[in-house]
């Protein structure tokens, strides 16, 4: 078991975890809120370092990065623990199973190692929440690198800054999970009402690492569409990371409400500014917001079609995709 790296010594014996942004003070015993973190009288111990709650080999569009190295194949991987504290939203990889079998033990240099033998593009985190499991992420994301792999967070964006920073080096991409826009709606969806650090985060991982950011966001109708919230995501969206910016609007529940209310989001979205926002259905294309023409199609796997140096093979539109890992720029 490993020891938390960020984490300080407080006065009173106890320690503070700093990788999510409950900054849990825990005494020896105490269990974080993310339940696989616990103090000890030297620091703070991941208790699930090592284990894999899933891997699976697949494209990169599965996990809503459709801007990153499209068509490329990544092994996506993931381990327990979740910073969300609901028991609604701590999903299927919240807690350390009690049978051992099903502790699935993967060390970081061996994942990209299997990630390079499979001819993997990338290691993409994605089962679980990267900010509770940022240790063994940070090793995987060095090893990865070292061999001039991708490296991309599915992420609800709860990690601190400062473990950011330990990540930034080795970081390409984010797709960030956005459930709402006020403080009502992302306490009911998450267990946190203190969001706008998450905003903080994806800012910082942008312009301070030029991180490629996508957003995904499911909508729930009566929660997360009204339309003070879609206009403030939008805005942000557009204002922060940039009118080329990926938004995708899932349907958060079944029904017609929720398909209603990602249409209306998505007109919102283009009425201010934004260039690419695409919805559930994953056979969609890019296409230039300047002529129309396809760049990225995406009838089976994707291919680029309709990019020349950058910029739309038609008209010369510039199209912010990140295609290689050496042009770190937004």
Known sequence: MRHSEPATALDDGRWQCHVCQWHCTLAAGEHGRCLVRVGAEDGVIALHDGLISGAVVGPIEDYRLWHLMPGAQMLALGGWGYAFPTDQQRGPYATIPDDPAKQRK??????????????????????????????????LFQYARSSSRVTALVTTGYETIAALDQLGHYLDAICLDLRAFEDAAYARLSGVAQWRGILELAAHAKQRWGCHVEVLTRLHPGVNDTADQIHGMASWIHDTLGAQTAWHILPGDAGAAATQSAARAKRVGHELGLKFIYGADPQQSTNCPACGNTIIERSGQARVVGLNDGGCSRCGQNIELRTSIFKRGG
């Not at 299997?114 to 990267?130: E, K």
Request: net charge negative; hydrophobic share 45%.
């Open 106 to 139: 993967l060390p970081a240099e061996k994942a990209a190692s299997f990630a390079l033998a499979q001819l993997c593009r990338g290691v993409v985190w994605n089962f679980g929440d990267p900010s509770v499991s940022h240790e063994y992420v940070l090793e």
